[in-house]
């Protein structure tokens, strides 16, 4: 990846729309090719009006959604906040928690849009677009697109909807609870990130590859996990 990619805090808005329509070029929404051994959730945490981030990439077992390895960084970024543009604070730092790890995950999920997004270039494409990974996003809130909710049993969904376009799916993830809102990023189809949603529901709300990565990057947030690449024992996690 060139350096120039990620010089995105002298931006104006102008500029960082236009590196997103050059991104979706980049973004290729197409039926996963290979078998889910491993998937990551990636995750940030910031104040809005702070500069100082910190995000994370915690690894898990497919096959029994364990936690495996995490990667942690602590990050600057001036980009303001503004919805619709806000990779732009966060794709950075987690650019620099996946290049030191020193084994990639076959999947990313980010706790983001993926195409569910008014230029189809939500945090989980666009930082798909720019690793050439493929990754998906899960949303607690829609930002884009129409859509009807769910039934109210766990793994029910609903597409959401631009024009007679599917970009993602309205998904009940815990029993009446508000669904989350599931997207490809990049290397998936919208199949496979409904089947990996349906996969990667547990006890709560959350999916667990993010509900991991939020609990990891709070760990690290206070102090209680250090930066850089970790793997780990998962029997002997929590």
């Known amino acids: 990846m060139e350096e120039d990619d990620l010089k995105y805090d002298e931006l104006n ?5 236009a590196i997103q329509n050059e991104l979706r070029e980049r973004t290729r929404i ?20 702070s500069e100082v981030i ?4 915690v690894m898990l077992r497919y096959s029994d ?10 990050s600057r970024t ?9 990779a732009f604070r966060e794709v950075p730092a987690l650019v620099q928690a996946l290049e030191q790890m020193s084994v990639k995950p076959d999947v990313i999920m980010v706790d983001g849009h993926g195409i569910a997004h008014p ?27 129409k859509w009807q909710e769910p039934g109210i049993q766990k793994g029910e969904f609903s ?12 998904f009940r993830s815990k029993l009446k609870t508000n669904p989350v809102f599931v997207s490809p990023g990049n290397k998936l189809s919208l199949q496979n990130s409904l089947d ?4 990667c529901s547990g006890s709560y709300r959350l999916p667990e590859p993010t509900r991991r990565a939020h609990d990891f990057v709070n760990l690290f947030r206070t102090g209680k996990l250090e930066s850089g690449y970790h793997e780990l024992n998962p029997t002997l996690l929590f």
């Open 78 to 86: 001036s980009f303001p906040y503004v919805p619709g543009f806000l």
């Open 30 to 49: 197409e039926p996963l090719q290979n078998e889910i051994t491993t998937i990551a959730g990636a995750d940030i945490s910031l104040n809005r009006f």
């Open 54 to 57: 910190f995000a994370g990439i």
């Open 196 to 199: 990996i949603m349906q996969r």
């Open 13 to 17: 808005l102008a500029e960082a729309k």
């Open 159 to 170: 597409p959401i909807m631009t024009k007679e376009e599917i970009i993602g799916y309205a």
């Open 119 to 145: 230029r189809r270039m939500g945090i989980a494409a666009h930082f798909g677009a720019l690793t050439g990974m493929a990754t998906m996003g899960c949303a607690k809130n829609i930002l884009f697109g």
């Open 65 to 74: 959604m364990q936690p495996i390895a995490y990667s942690m960084v602590e």
